[in-house]
């Protein structure tokens, strides 16, 4: 039953029935008995994700070490990890807090289209920055010229144009399918699988257009970054140079486990039936997904990264009551 906070999909004034175009987000795991502990350790997660993701933002902005095409694709990681969390997290525990389980028509559009938009653009960015490290171990001679700033730049303008051409298709598509019974979504956020479950129409068209898509946001991706990953581990293996091979092997298992982490979840949730999921099956998914990889990026590569520690020493080596306690 929806609380009295939530408006009605009809309601009758003065003998004339008005309509709603609100959706009504049941919220995360809404039969789960202690869903409150869940809730806040989110809060706590989203809390140290956006610490994370911005500490390496400013890391690599004040360090001039920093100043590399690797770190530049990083900081675009880091900037959609920060948007990709903040797009969901905020709202779920805004209405789990204050009752209030409706979104908007527009707003549901608006979440839908970020997500996919971010989405997207990571699937790509991960693939260029697969391709930044094939040219840095495979190619080094030529690096700089390869990787130069404008097509740094250039990279990132593909990965945000690309995410945004396909998040303007689902967008379109998903807030105009005929809704005919409840508006209840099984969700925390406006995700577009748990749209089309309460879609009075046939969507098994656009569930082949989603797999379409993802064979080009996810297979083909994942395929080019194993490739350039295979070309790696095989330049590494005749490098002379230990010490070198173990820098470049460290960096290249540190981008693997995020895209493992990443591209993982969207297969399933992608890429096969949505007739063959639970509510409660996507949810922990897109948890995954939505607030901890944000989480554990900034991590895996930080911690795996010699350089970002140095900066982060650095910076934290300045301040007057770290060295006083130091």
């Given at each position: 039953?929806?609380?009295?906070?939530?408006?009605?999909?009809?309601?009758?004034e003065?003998?004339?029935?008005?309509?709603?175009?609100?959706?009504?987000?049941?919220?995360?795991?809404?039969?789960?008995?202690?869903?409150?502990?869940?809730?806040?350790t989110?809060?706590?997660?989203?809390?140290?994700?956006v610490?994370?993701?911005?500490?390496?933002?400013?890391?690599?902005?004040?360090?001039?070490?920093?100043?590399?095409p690797?770190?530049?694709?990083?900081?675009?990681?880091?900037?959609?990890d920060?948007?990709?969390?903040?797009?969901?997290?905020?709202?779920?525990?805004?209405?789990f807090?204050?009752?209030?389980?409706?979104?908007?028509?527009?707003?549901?559009?608006?979440q839908?289209?970020?997500?996919?938009t971010?989405?997207g653009?990571e699937?790509?960015?991960?693939?260029?920055?697969?391709y930044?490290?094939?040219?840095?171990?495979?190619?080094?001679?030529?690096?700089?010229?390869?990787?130069?700033?404008?097509?740094?730049?250039?990279?990132?303008?593909?990965?945000?144009?690309?995410?945004?051409?396909?998040?303007?298709?689902?967008?379109?598509?998903t807030?105009?399918?005929?809704?005919?019974?409840?508006?209840?979504?099984?969700?925390?956020?406006c995700?577009?699988?748990?749209i089309m479950?309460?879609?009075?129409?046939?969507?098994?068209?656009?569930?082949?257009?989603?797999?379409?898509m993802?064979?080009?946001?996810?297979?083909?991706?994942?395929?080019?970054?194993?490739?350039?990953?295979?070309?790696?581990?095989?330049?590494?293996?005749?490098?002379?140079s230990?010490?070198?091979?173990?820098?470049?092997l460290?960096?290249?298992?540190?981008?693997?486990?995020?895209?493992?982490?990443?591209?993982?979840?969207?297969?399933?949730?992608?890429?096969?039936?949505?007739?063959?999921?639970?509510?409660?099956?996507?949810?922990?998914?897109?948890?995954?997904?939505?607030?901890?990889?944000?989480?554990?990026?900034?991590?895996?590569?930080?911690?795996?990264?010699?350089?970002?520690?140095?900066?982060?020493?650095?910076?934290?080596?300045?301040?007057?009551?770290?060295?006083?306690?130091?």
């Amino acid at each position: 039953m929806v609380d009295g906070s939530t408006r009605s999909v009809t309601a009758k004034e003065g003998g004339n029935e008005t309509f709603t175009t609100d959706f009504i987000l049941l919220g995360l795991f809404p039969n789960m008995k202690y869903v409150c502990i869940l809730i806040h350790t989110i809060i706590l997660i989203y809390l140290a994700a956006v610490t994370g993701n911005f500490t390496l933002l400013l890391l690599i902005w004040m360090d001039l070490r920093l100043h590399t095409p690797m770190y530049f694709l990083l900081s675009q990681l880091s900037l959609i990890d920060l948007a990709l969390i903040s797009s969901t997290v905020p709202k779920m525990a805004i209405s789990f807090f204050s009752g209030r389980r409706n979104i908007t028509h527009l707003a549901c559009g608006a979440q839908i289209f970020f997500f996919f938009t971010l989405g997207g653009a990571e699937c790509i960015l991960l693939t260029l920055m697969a391709y930044d490290r094939y040219v840095a171990v495979c190619n080094p001679l030529r690096y700089a010229v390869i990787m130069n700033q404008g097509v740094c730049v250039q990279m990132a303008i593909v990965s945000w144009i690309g995410g945004i051409l396909a998040s303007t298709a689902h967008t379109i598509y998903t807030m105009n399918i005929p809704i005919c019974g409840s508006r209840e979504i099984h969700h925390f956020f406006c995700e577009m699988p748990a749209i089309m479950k309460i879609s009075c129409t046939d969507t098994a068209t656009y569930e082949l257009v989603v797999f379409v898509m993802g064979i080009a946001f996810i297979v083909i991706p994942f395929g080019l970054i194993m490739t350039s990953y295979t070309l790696i581990f095989l330049t590494v293996l005749h490098l002379k140079s230990l010490k070198g091979g173990r820098k470049a092997l460290a960096t290249c298992t540190s981008h693997l486990m995020v895209v493992s982490f990443y591209l993982g979840p969207c297969v399933y949730m992608y890429m096969t039936p949505g007739s063959s999921h639970t509510p409660e099956q996507e949810q922990a998914v897109s948890v995954f997904c939505t607030v901890l990889t944000p989480m554990l990026n900034p991590l895996i590569y930080s911690l795996r990264n010699k350089d970002v520690l140095e900066a982060l020493q650095k910076v934290l080596g300045k301040h007057p009551v770290i060295q006083q306690n130091t």
